[in-house]
């Protein structure tokens, strides 16, 4: 990977995460992880976190070249996360912001096998993170910025999200495309009390690709509908409590609110797509915008892709491999249908290893496996996606390497 001349950038919140491993074949189910409770478990796996680990470091596996920008501090779990990050390519930790005083956030991940992940979060020198953490040449000639994790940033959701929104919009003035993510919300964390709605019409004018969970994405936008959902359909399946009517309405709104395309992640039931039908908007997205021979594909699209069967070990970062799938497709010129086939391939390849990003494989492996008949989970009844006229559903291996 020639270090300074990525495809993509890729720049906010960045952890270490602490994963105890589940003995093989536990239901993760029936773990007793209630108080005063003592659940056997074995040596805990060591890895980075958040975005900026889990979204880098799936590209760089696929072969995309990137450049990790996050902050954190001159502390052990920080020489922990250059060290990782070095593992993988010394060049991967040199634009990583170390500062004194500075705590490295971390996270604690409980994630049984077959159950929904749960942390612990410290979220650290994340908190100070700015747009002057972002030298001014890291975005010469590369194609696309990627942002992730905005609501545990306490810069990024300040003031309205202000400074959100000047980041974005530097990456926005230099030429690149913009892609953001979300990350889910503690309701009675200062995140929690922010204005989303409003901090989203700010931010997502400089957005092309906006690719955010249902959850998250229900959390910031219907607050009342979340808690609704949540009541009835309980934490650990509430992407199968989406249905088609209310996506296409989701994927709408966020095309009002500025992004060019919309990708609403599903966990286990897969992906969401709707992009504008605003040809100059879509022609519109910097370095990163495809190729004229596959632009029409990306227009006024509204698909669904469901998940390929794996055996699942852990879920940890998964959404974020998702994203490193979609991206990684859009920049080697694949058709949106292809995007969202990469997306959740990737996703599901993540969720076969305890860690984020070592089930993924490299982009070769990658494309034999979706056309070798790898089989799809089916949709949930919820998203039986008859509702909504023009709409498709993705699936099935790919017509192009």
Known sequence: MPPDRPDVVVAGHICLDVIP????????????????????????????GGTVSNTGLALHRLGIPVRLIGKIGHDLFGAEILRLLRDRDQALARDMVQCPGEVTSYSIVISPPGVDRTFLHCPGANDTFDSSDIPATALDQARLFHFGYPPLMRRMYQDGGAELARLLGTAREAGLAVSLDTAAIDPDSEAGAADWPAILSRALPQVDLFLPSFEELLFMLDRSRHANRIAKHGQADFGAAGDDRL???????????????????????????????????????????????????????????????????????????????????LLRGHTAEQACQTAVAVGACSVEAADATSGVPDWGQLQARLRASWPCHRLHDSLAWSSVPGTSLCRGPHDKN
């Open 247 to 329: 996506l296409s309405d989701l994927g709408h709104r966020l095309l009002s609110m500025g992004a060019a395309v919309a990708g609403i992640k599903l966990g286990r039931h897969g992906l969401y797509l709707r992009t504008t039908d605003d040809t100059i908007r879509l022609a519109n997205m910097g370095r990163g915008t495809p190729s004229q021979d596959i632009l029409e594909s990306w227009h006024n699209r509204e698909l669904i892709a469901p998940c390929f069967q794996v055996q699942t070990v852990g879920t940890t970062g998964a959404g974020d491999c998702t994203i490193a799938g979609f991206l990684a497709a």
């Open 21 to 48: 491993t589940f003995a093989p074949g536990a239901d993760g189910a029936t773990a007793d992880l209630s108080p005063g409770t003592l659940t056997r478990v074995g040596p805990a796996a060591s890895s980075t």
